[in-house]
C-alpha cells in the first residue's frame, strides 16, 4: 500500500515536471553535454584524482598542534609490551574492517548513484559525487592528521616504555622437575 501511495506521488510529481523535463532536454546546451559527455566525465574524474592527491598533500603539509601531553597508558614494561601484540593484531583485523567497510559502501554508493539516475546521467553523478565527498574530507582534514598524530603518539610512549627494562623471563620448569625427580626417587 505504501509503495503504491509513494508511486501515485511519484508518477504525479513527474507528470509536473515533465513540461520542464522536455524543454531541458529540447535546448542546446544539454545536446551538447550528452554530445561530449565522455570527455566531461573524464574531465570531472581528472579533477577529482586531483583533489585527492592535493588532500594527501594538505594533510602532509598541514600545520598542527598534536596532543603532546598524553596521560602515560602504563608504565610497566610487561604490559606496555602485552598492548604493542595484542594492538598490532588488532589493528590488522581493524584494517582488514575497515576495507571490508569501505568496499561495502562504495557498493552500496555505487549502486545507489546507478539506481538514482539514468544510464545518460549516471555518467556524470559518479564525479560529481566524488568531488562532493572530497569537499568533506578537504573540510576535516586537520582533525584527521591531528587524531592520526596523538595515535601515533601513544604508540611511540608505550614503544618507548616497553624498552626501559629488559623483560627477564624466569625459568619456572626447572623447580618443578627436581620436584619430580626427588618424588620419583623415593
Known amino acids: ?30 545536446h551538447w553535454i550528452m554530445d561530449h559527455k565522455e570527455h566531461i566525465a573524464a574531465a570531472l574524474y581528472f579533477s577529482w584524482m586531483t583533489g585527492c592527491c592535493f588532500w594527501v598533500y594538505k594533510i602532509v603539509t598541514i600545520s598542527i598542534a598534536a596532543q603532546t601531553t598524553i596521560a602515560p597508558i602504563t608504565t610497566n614494561p610487561r604490559e606496555a609490551n602485552v598492548y604493542l601484540f595484542f594492538g598490532t593484531f588488532g589493528l590488522v583485523f581493524a584494517l ?5 567497510l569501505f568496499k561495502f559502501m562504495y557498493n552500496i554508493f555505487h549502486g545507489g548513484i546507478q539506481s538514482l539516475f539514468s544510464h545518460r546521467l549516471h555518467l556524470f ?39 626501559q627494562k629488559e623483560i627477564i623471563s624466569q625459568d619456572r620448569s626447572k623447580g618443578l622437575l627436581d620436584l619430580l625427580d626427588r618424588q620419583s626417587r623415593r
Request: hydrophobic share 45%; net charge positive; glycine share 2%.
Open 96 to 100: 582488514l574492517f575497515i576495507f571490508y
Open 1 to 30: 500500500m505504501a509503495t503504491n501511495m509513494s508511486k501515485s506521488i511519484y508518477d504525479k510529481m513527474l507528470h509536473q515536471l515533465q513540461p520542464l523535463i522536455s524543454l531541458i532536454r529540447d535546448s542546446r546546451p544539454y
Open 125 to 163: 553523478a559518479t564525479p560529481i559525487t566524488y568531488l562532493i565527498l572530497l569537499y568533506f574530507a578537504f573540510s576535516n582534514a586537520g582533525t584527521i592528521k591531528t587524531s592520526g598524530m596523538t595515535m601515533y603518539n601513544h604508540v611511540v610512549q608505550l614503544v618507548h616504555t616497553s624498552k
